[in-house]
């Protein structure tokens, strides 16, 4: 069984795609922002990679084929965009200063923290892009020396944090506007906290996607400025 399993094409797919159905069923049950779909899905596929002893290699086999959607998912994000464009017009500077804000806060934090906790120059580079989408932070870390694999599940976890916690904080800071909601989640928490923006509404959804974009850009470009401090 081990063997047919690691050898079954679609067997990363399979169980990629049953995990983040069963975190969807549980989340619609519960209705808890802790009952996060993504959260659960990874606990739920390193459970089975374990229990069945299958390696990463092995699941990855099958599970890159997901990774051929991930950008044709991330362009229809311009939809939402696009339908909001007259409100994008009418907030450009507020949304651009808020964006820039949100990434200085990121990468501020990250060197704040690194200089508290004693931590060299290729941790601080790695956990720069942190709070970036993973096809433009994987590219920061290799450039600035960091350690990849680590940068990919420090984005994984910034954003499933976001996701959990973006309604809380914006209720305990009573942020009320929707395209502020929207700036700080996707500047904070990229795509994985945008997929909460949406269901928060339309706006903040459409705010979100931009966010991730802009704060993409701009990070690559504070990142090289910011690396040679530690």
Do not use: W
């Amino acid at each position: 069984m081990h063997d047919i399993l690691s050898n079954a094409t679609f067997f990363g797919v399979m169980v990629s795609i049953l995990s983040y159905e069963l975190g969807l069923f549980i989340k619609k049950k519960t209705q808890s922002p802790i009952c996060n779909p993504l959260l659960i899905s990874i606990i739920v596929t390193i459970g089975v990679l374990l229990l069945l002893h299958i390696d990463y290699k092995s699941y990855n086999a099958g599970a890159q084929y997901l990774s051929y959607l991930l950008t044709p998912a991330t362009v229809c994000l311009a939809i939402p965009l696009y339908e909001q464009l007259s409100l994008l017009v009418r907030n450009v500077k507020a949304i651009l200063i808020g964006i820039i804000a949100g990434v200085l806060a990121s990468i501020g934090s990250v060197f704040g923290l690194c200089l508290l906790f004693g931590l060299g120059h290729e941790y601080y580079v790695t956990l720069l892009p942190k709070s970036i989408t993973t096809a433009i932070g994987m590219g920061v870390s290799e450039e600035l020396g960091g350690i990849v694999t680590i940068t990919v599940s420090v984005i994984i976890i910034t954003g499933v944090i976001g996701n959990i916690i973006a309604e809380t904080v914006c209720k305990l800071f009573r942020i009320t506007d929707p395209v502020a909601k929207g700036i700080a989640i996707g500047s904070a928490s990229h795509a994985i906290g945008t997929a909460r923006a949406l269901e928060m509404g339309e706006v903040e959804g459409a705010m979100s996607s931009l966010a991730i974009a802009v704060a993409g850009l701009i990070t690559v470009a504070a990142s090289s400025i910011f690396a040679n401090l530690i």
